[in-house]
């Protein structure tokens, strides 16, 4: 491969995934209509001449010049903030979004990697989750716009493979924090950050012993690119869980944040969302024999950068 699309690219995890892929050599073409993403992620890879950036709407019809050798489609909303404000556009990216990336990758006849999310899974009534577990999704819940979305999209991706015999991948993509992350995006580690940066009361929604499970940044997209670079092979038509399988809880988390930025914060308690998962945490037993890929990064070090990043950019 020598020519990747990103769709999303300009994105929390998108633009780390541009970074990488750049760093490997690849020509990668960005995709992004900066609804969520923004231009600071990417300004520094505008001096890259392998880097082409396109504002562009992916529900509408792509259209990318030149030969394209795989179509990375993480084009999404996926801050609960984010798709509850724009419940609409959560659904059409998922659906129509999805529709074009594989109409584009099959013009090319590339390969195709569908990011897609740990809340297919939705209020999980097993745990950890495998990758054949079914989820228990609440359809027309106010998350449903995000869950279905992804649902409808791994759904999509599969009929393309195999109705088109089209060489497809899909990653389900676990809680996942570092730096880029928008502050106060609805995403628990970087909203306990901000609070406790700024000396607020830390909020916990519910009683905080939900639990979730943290994969650093750079651990994801290892994990990912092990999974785009790997030989063709029916196996990998199937989803793969990446994410750290650490559990804990929110709860936990907030006293780990306080300790590392040495806040003095109190924790207030407030009601949880409707469907707000109680447990979160994945089973990673195929990407560890498939792609000989697990987390390496602990939960201190990768918050400790992540506060590093989050005290620089909110100076």
Known sequence: MQRIVVTGG??????HLCDNLLARGYEVVCLDNLITGSPD???????????????????????????????????????????????????????????????????????????STSEVYGDPLVNPQTEDYWGHVNPIG???????????AEAMTRAYGRYHRMDTRIVRIFNTYGPRMRPRDGRVVSNFIVQALAGEPLTIYGTGEQTRSFCYVTDLIDGILRLLEADESEDLALPFNIGNPEERTVADLARRILELTGGTSEIVIRPLPEDD???RCPD????????????????????????????????
Do not use: C
């Open 284 to 315: 990673i037993s195929r990407a560890r024999g498939y792609l000989d890929w697990s987390p390496s990064v602990g939960i201190d070090e990768g918050l400790g950068l992540t506060i590093e990043y989050f005290r620089e950019a909110l100076a």
């Open 277 to 279: 998962p109680r447990v």
């Open 10 to 15: 300009a994105g929390f995890l998108g633009s």
């Open 41 to 115: 992620n990417i300004a520094h890879l505008k001096s890259y001449s392998s880097f082409h950036f396109i504002r562009h709407d992916v529900t509408q019809f792509i259209d990318v010049e030149g030969p394209v050798d795989a179509v990375l489609h993480f084009a999404s909303p996926a801050s609960p903030v984010d798709y509850l404000e724009m419940p609409i556009q959560t659904l059409k990216v998922g659906s129509l979004g999805t529709h074009k990336a594989l109409g584009l990758a099959r013009s090319k006849k590339a390969r195709f990697l569908l990011a």
């Open 142 to 152: 106010p998350r449903g716009v995000y869950d279905e979305a992804k649902r409808f």
